[in-house]
């Protein structure tokens, strides 16, 4: 690339290549750059779609909006709720009276990040983040916000037989994320560090279940429990540990079957003997010879013309049958 006979003091610049000089005279090494450089589509601001679009947080629980905005330059990038087309920020700039609303953003990153405190139901709905070109570009943000509750399987009072095993299981429902912890407490205190022998909590994160096991429950062992996971409401069970059987207890689970008892003999009988003799009552009637008869269906009637006339009667037989009915 270079001649015999160039002069020695321009033998450096002869040993430059070729292709290092036409870099040098199109201006892209060392000079301006072309006005068209900028007109490329890639120079312009766009969203890195890789951001999670729908978003479900639980209340009280801080929500996150993550939007990423390449090659934004010299613009803004702004929060808008959809519903009223309130700007919440621009910039790192709170727009809003509610301080629950905050941009996150770090110097030299592309991550424009919305911060909701707090959030309620109220909240859900869809956020824009907004960028400053003209025309304005956004890309919308859908969030969700649930009341996460805790569920103990089974019912809210439960029986158990002295010497028995309790056994209780809770699950997080609706919770977004597993709960970083679940505690079981009998009544104020905390049963998962509880120095009783025969305890044992079982949580899995994964499935948000927690299980509290009672070996050889004794009455000591009754009172109110309760599942406290650490991002949902909390559930409690009534437990009630009985010496001796109580099938009507046990089978159903709550304290309205234990209420539930035979009636004595004695008013039995008397509620029966009542009901006949009201039914004999009713379906006797006095004769035209003055004698009381019982008539179970039916009965004859003199009239004023001397004649005989027969009658169903319908309400005789009805009480009849239920004077019969009270003592099978």
């Known amino acids: 690339m270079w001649t015999t006979d160039c002069p020695r003091a321009l033998k450096a610049i002869c040993l430059v290549p070729l292709w290092l000089v036409l870099l040098l005279d199109c201006g892209l090494v060392g000079g301006e750059v072309p006005p068209h450089y900028w007109e490329t589509p890639y120079s312009q601001p766009y969203f890195d779609n890789s951001s999670r679009r729908e978003v479900t947080a639980t209340v009280g629980q801080a929500a996150l909006l993550h939007c990423r905005v390449r090659n934004l330059g010299d613009r803004a990038v702004s929060w808008i709720r959809k519903r009223d087309l309130h700007i919440l920020t621009v910039g790192i700039l709170t727009y809003t009276n509610d301080q629950r609303f905050q941009s996150l953003h770090s110097e030299g990153s592309d991550e424009w990040t919305l911060r909701i405190s707090s959030p309620q139901p109220r909240d859900s709905g869809t956020y824009e983040c907004q960028v400053s070109t003209e025309p304005k570009i956004s890309q919308g943000f859908r969030l969700n916000v649930v009341v996460s509750r805790a569920k103990i399987l089974g019912n809210a009072e439960l029986f158990i037989k002295s010497g028995s095993d309790i056994n209780l299981t809770c699950l997080a429902m609706q919770s977004p994320v597993p709960p970083s912890f679940i505690y079981w407490y009998k009544g104020k205190r905390v049963m998962n560090y509880s120095q009783r022998g025969g305890i044992n909590v ?70 029966r003997m009542s009901m006949t003799v009201a039914a004999v009552a009713w379906n006797c009637h006095f004769n035209f010879n003055g004698n009381w008869s019982p008539d179970w269906h039916w009965h004859w009637n003199w009239n004023r013309n001397r004649n005989w006339n027969w009658n169903w009667n319908w309400s005789h037989l009805a009480a009849g049958l239920l004077g019969i009915w009270s003592w099978s």
């Open 202 to 271: 079982i949580t899995e994160r994964s499935t948000r279940t927690s299980k509290l096991l009672i070996a050889k429950a004794t009455p000591a062992d009754s009172g109110n429990y309760t599942c406290s996971p650490s991002s949902s409401d909390s559930a409690s069970v009534v437990v009630h540990v009985i010496n001796g059987e109580h099938p009507a207890a046990m089978q159903h689970g709550n304290s309205s079957a234990s209420s539930l008892r035979p009636l004595p003999v004695p008013f039995v009988l008397a509620t």
